[in-house]
């Protein structure tokens, strides 16, 4: 049997890592009698943990150090493990909020966002179509702003956070699963801290619950940790732009979800919303074949 191409690798740990975050809010949803900073706490502390296995498992504690005696490295890794942590934290809340369609939303504006990064910080140029697709996302947002009488912050705050969180990702030139154990040990005292003085809820004593409710919450580390490791090593072998193709997969999954499973109200604005963000999204993919057709 032939040995996978890097390319198809990379398409391999992409189809993982969304298919893994598109059924991850199932498992969020239920664990939303938890209070939301709880979760997040634990998600900081077993992602941690799992990773360190890994690291431990694979024998490779000396390219965790080479990292960490990088300055530049470790500043690129505080700057995404803070961009990470607020996406986990507002995704969450989201989940457990009612705002899944919010949170869908701003997953496929991702994509979006991603090429707009691109523009400024890569150089790339867009294209005429893409331009209108950019207007088109613009004009969702805009539309669902005015009926809100505010920014729909949860669909924006998702998709900066994870797009800012991409592309430094991809200037840091570290293995997917050491850049997420120092990613998460930077916020680890922060959540260790939250978990044991701050909080006192009902369930943020672990002897005090039951073992099934403490796997439940010790797994939140392996819901966090395995797309996050797939991402890391499909953002390595693929280009930005294929791999925002994926993206599609976890929030359509989001929004079957949201409407078929949990009943969220969909309203006409948000109807209008989504078909707009879609449209942007077709005229990304069809491009070329639109040129073609219209020539």
């Known amino acids: 049997m032939n040995k996978l191409s890097e390319s198809q690798l990379g398409i391999f740990y992409a189809l993982g890592a969304y298919l893994m975050w598109g059924i991850a809010p199932l498992y969020f949803k239920h664990l939303g009698f938890i209070p939301v900073y709880e979760i997040l706490a634990h998600r900081v502390i077993w992602s941690v943990v799992v990773t360190a296995l890994l690291v431990s498992y694979l024998k490779d504690w000396s390219n965790v150090l080479s990292v960490c005696r990088s300055y530049k490295s470790l500043m690129m890794l505080t700057m995404t493990s803070l961009l990470i942590s607020c996406n986990w934290l507002v995704f969450i809340w989201a989940i457990n909020n009612g705002k899944m369609l919010e949170a869908s939303l701003g997953y496929f504006i991702n994509p979006i966002v991603n090429v707009m990064l691109g523009l400024v910080f890569l150089s790339e140029r867009l294209s005429r179509l893409k331009w209108f697709a950019v207007f088109l996302a ?6 669902q702003a005015w009926q809100l009488g505010e920014l729909p912050w949860v669909s924006l705050v998702l998709p900066f956070s994870f797009a800012f969180y991409g592309l430094l990702r991809k ?25 044991m003085v701050i909080t006192h809820s009902d369930t943020s004593n672990l002897f005090n619950n039951d073992w099934s409710l403490n796997v439940w919450l010790m797994l939140t580390g392996v819901v966090t940790a395995m797309p996050l490791i797939f991402f890391g090593q499909a953002a390595l072998r693929l280009p930005l732009s294929t791999l ?47 040129i073609k057709w219209f020539k």
């Open 138 to 143: 613009f004009i969702g947002v805009a539309v």
């Open 171 to 195: 200037k840091v030139k570290v293995k997917a699963i050491t850049g997420l154990l120092l990613e998460t040990m930077v916020v680890l005292p922060i959540a260790a801290f939250y978990l």
């Open 244 to 290: 925002g193709f994926f993206q599609y997969l976890a929030p359509s999954l989001l929004f079957l979800f949201a409407v078929l499973l949990y009943d969220e109200p969909i309203s006409f604005i948000k109807m209008f919303t989504f078909a707009c963000i879609w449209s942007g999204i077709l005229l990304f993919v069809f491009e070329n074949k639109l």
